[in-house]
């Protein structure tokens, strides 16, 4: 399997010019999501009732936080559409550059 070189990646998510992964995402590894799986990518403020203690897994059952013990710290995330029932939230350290990443290779 050919590497693709890397747009992103800050050791819990990584984006490439095919999508992204997001490590620690289920407890045994992994979870790859290629750009044409997303209908969208919203950002949104991190809050207690939105995921801000939330480390990793679900607290609602449709928002899936990959493991991330830094998350208490930060502001903002990025909730992924994948058109099911759950919808991955991730929390890059730059937010600003995934969520560029993501509108450039996603068809709005």
């Known amino acids: 399997m050919k590497r693709l070189p890397s747009l992103y990646d800050d050791g819990r998510i990584a984006c490439d010019d095919e999508g992204i992964t997001i490590r620690w995402y289920y407890l045994w590894g992994a979870k790859r999501i290629p750009f044409r799986a997303i209908r969208s990518a919203v950002t949104y403020p991190l809050s207690p009732v939105r995921g801000k203690w939330?480390?990793?897994?679900?607290?609602?059952?449709?928002?899936?936080?990959?493991?991330?013990?830094?998350?208490?710290?930060?502001d903002?995330?990025?909730?992924?559409?994948?058109?099911?029932?759950?919808?991955?939230?991730?929390?890059?350290?730059?937010?600003?550059?995934?969520?560029?990443?993501?509108?450039?290779?996603?068809?709005?």
């Open 54 to 74: 939330r480390i990793w897994g679900s607290g609602d059952l449709v928002h899936w936080y990959n493991l991330d013990g830094s998350r208490p710290g930060k």
């Open 76 to 108: 903002t995330g990025i909730e992924l559409d994948l058109g099911k029932a759950v919808r991955p939230c991730i929390t890059p350290d730059d937010v600003e550059a995934v969520a560029r990443i993501i509108a450039e290779h996603v068809p709005a």
